[in-house]
């Protein structure tokens, strides 16, 4: 996907980037359907590949890529965790409630996900990670399906940092269809935006002290 962001790429380059996503996905690829059917229907369909590319070259010219809009991002963008709740809860509220029904972009992202504001950076400078982050709020994602399980499901999108830590197979009770634990990859979590961002606030500190 490279392409997408090269500034120098013309048109007939991402014609072909187009085709390769063509070739590589073939009928596994969910066209742009009206009526969406369930999950369960497009894995008996062989459809289980949803590619969306903003860009409208690539898009253009066939119903088996979706266009720009196809999902509504809802990101509450804070490392504070009740925040991060506040917001999605209000999102699931607007879902259920039908205030988005018929809007545009068909599918909801809920972004399950704490992210480093400039103060949680000076706070955890040594200490804070998105890997912890990630912990934190997936330690509370089952009370939050359980408090919303009236609501069916948690956006058409779930979005999780290091699922391996989550309790997803128990939120989507899919533990029958699993063949084990999530395997965690080898390598400690990462902390580079801690150690990088520490380098860059000793040098901006120094700095005003001069």
């Known amino acids: 996907m490279n392409e997408l962001f090269n500034p120098d790429a013309t048109a007939n380059d991402k014609l072909k980037l187009q085709q390769m996503i ?4 073939s009928d596994m690829l969910i066209p742009e359907w009206d009526d969406m059917p369930t999950v369960g229907r497009l894995q008996e369909l062989g459809k289980t590949v949803l590619v969306s590319v903003e860009d409208a070259v690539v898009s ?9 809009g196809a999902f509504r991002n809802w990101f509450a963008n804070t490392p504070d965790l009740n925040k991060m ?12 409630g039908g205030e988005l029904a018929g809007e545009a972009p068909p599918f909801n992202k809920l972004s399950w996900l704490l992210t480093p504001d400039v103060a949680y950076i000076k706070d955890n400078v040594l200490g804070g990670s998105l ?14 399906a359980d408090d919303h399980e009236e609501k069916k499901k948690l956006g058409d999108v779930l979005l999780i940092d290091y699922v391996e830590t989550s309790p997803l197979f128990d939120v989507l009770g899919l533990w029958d269809k699993s063949k084990g634990e999530f395997v965690p990859d080898n390598g400690a979590p990462s902390i580079a935006f801690t150690l990088t961002t520490s380098v860059l ?7 005003n002290l001069i």
């Open 22 to 25: 063509l070739d590589t996905f």
């Open 60 to 68: 253009n010219g066939t119903d088996r890529i979706w266009g720009k």
């Open 85 to 96: 709740i506040s917001y999605n809860s209000r999102l699931l509220g607007e879902l259920e």
């Open 131 to 144: 890997y912890k982050l990630a912990k934190e709020a997936n330690g509370a994602l089952q009370k939050f």
């Open 201 to 207: 606030l000793v040098i901006g500190t120094l700095y």
